[in-house]
């Protein structure tokens, strides 16, 4: 069994010191993005266009019983054999070397339907047999679908590394009726990673040295798209959040959708992270928040932070206000985190410092900031959530 070297985009996108040049603007994005109600059933048409036979689909035992039959009908209908390969929870390295294995040689292509944690353990997959990987996300609650990065984990839970791929995928294709028809803290949660994108392509665009998931400058477009995705969420966040409790792909839901998957995904790796996704991954160290918060909600709380540290304090009361009434954690005791507790917030200023997109912000982040501004964020987000009301976060995770 054979494993390729790692990708580092800096090799290639990153001129050498030496020669003076400037860093490029670079734009990273799938070959196609495919979205509506029932696309699903048309996943073997689609794959006309990467040309396959046998693909492998890494999908939970649960997927398989609700989505498989329809996968098989289609890839049936173009001639393309399947295997099925069980996803097992956690994006670890343990995961991606055992279906490396069991697959090594087997298939031309590897399609990842699931959630964030199996599509980004499918990108690792595929990269490691050579081969496309197509992704068919069943949930919004993330914007990792349209990337060529995975965010490895420890089978704890606990944030490992990141892996770069040369390849984006291939195809990626959003069923929204799938996605209409999952629990609502799903979508919202995409709603709290999707909000952080506009946040953190602004410093990365501040930030004469910021750079994006190829370690180069950002563009217009990715821009562009982190600033629509933002105010798409603002207008229709809370309509698209009950259209999934009344399981109606309507047009606000489709707008979210795409808000989270395709604008946060490219706005995200071309537009650069920052701080929000430092907080949130140095949440997942924290005894027991990676079992019972997903990553959105981790990163609506980063993205606070980050306004916060920046002293925008009437946009972080503006995104607080969003956040507690779709439901996402306003404030800190809302994600389960202490304030008081001095070793769990200095882990927090710790884990954030440590963070290579830390870099990303326009000024010198330092400890003291960071306290300052997790006291702001607490005090603002309590009293956002007290004037707003909590039945929103309530229903959902007590839901
Ligand atoms: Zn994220």
């Not at 996803?87 to 069991?102: K, Y």
């Not at 390849?167 to 709603?191: F, H």
């Not at 991954?281 to 920046?310: D, F, K």
Request: charged residues 20%; hydrophobic residues 45%.
């Amino acid at each position: 069994m054979h494993t390729p070297e790692p990708y580092d985009p800096a090799t290639i996108f990153v001129p050498p010191a030496a020669d003076g040049a400037v860093t490029p603007r670079v734009f990273i994005s799938p070959q196609r993005y495919v979205q509506g109600s029932g696309v699903l059933d048309y996943i073997g048409r689609y794959l006309r266009l990467v040309k396959v036979s046998r693909v492998a689909i890494l999908i939970s035992d649960r997927g398989r019983a609700s989505e498989g039959p329809r996968l098989l009908a289609s890839l049936e209908s173009e001639n393309i054999e399947a295997v099925f390969c069980r996803f097992g929870g956690e994006t670890s390295l343990e995961e991606v070397e055992l279906h490396q294995a069991e697959l090594d040689g087997r298939v031309d292509c590897l399609i990842a339907v699931g959630g964030g944690k199996c599509v980004d353990a499918g990108k690792s997959i595929a990269f490691r047999l050579g081969v496309p990987f197509v992704i068919v996300p069943t949930l919004a609650s993330n914007d990792a679908p349209c990337s060529a990065v995975s965010v490895l984990y420890f089978p704890s839970g606990v944030y490992s590394h990141i892996e770069f791929f040369p390849q984006s995928p291939a195809l990626v294709v959003v069923d929204t009726g799938i996605v209409a028809a999952a629990p609502e803290r799903y979508l919202t949660a995409g709603m709290g990673d999707a909000m952080a994108t506009w946040y953190e392509a602004q410093a990365c665009l501040r930030n004469p040295n910021g750079v994006n998931a190829c370690f180069a400058r950002p563009t217009l477009a990715s821009t562009a798209m982190g600033e629509i995705c933002a105010h798409t969420l603002f207008e229709h966040g809370v309509a698209a959040a009950a259209a999934v409790r009344d399981r109606n792909v309507d047009a606000p839901l489709d707008a979210v959708v795409e808000a989270n998957t395709l604008l946060s995904g490219l706005g995200f790796e071309s537009g650069g992270v920052a701080v929000a996704h430092g907080i949130a991954q140095t949440c997942t160290s924290l005894p027991g928040i990676p079992e019972r918060y997903h990553h959105g909600e981790m990163v609506a709380i980063g993205t606070l932070v980050q306004l916060a540290l920046e002293e925008r304090l009437d946009e972080t009361a503006k995104v607080s206000r969003f956040f507690a009434e779709v439901g996402l954690p306003a404030h800190f005791g809302q994600l389960s985190v202490d304030t008081n507790d001095t070793a769990t917030m200095e882990r927090l200023v710790e884990g954030t410092l440590d963070w290579p997109f830390t870099a990303n912000m326009p000024f010198d982040v330092d400890a003291r900031m960071l306290r300052r501004a997790f006291v702001d964020v607490q005090e603002i987000g309590v009293s956002v959530s007290q004037e707003v009301g909590e039945s929103a976060y309530r229903r959902l995770q007590d839901g």
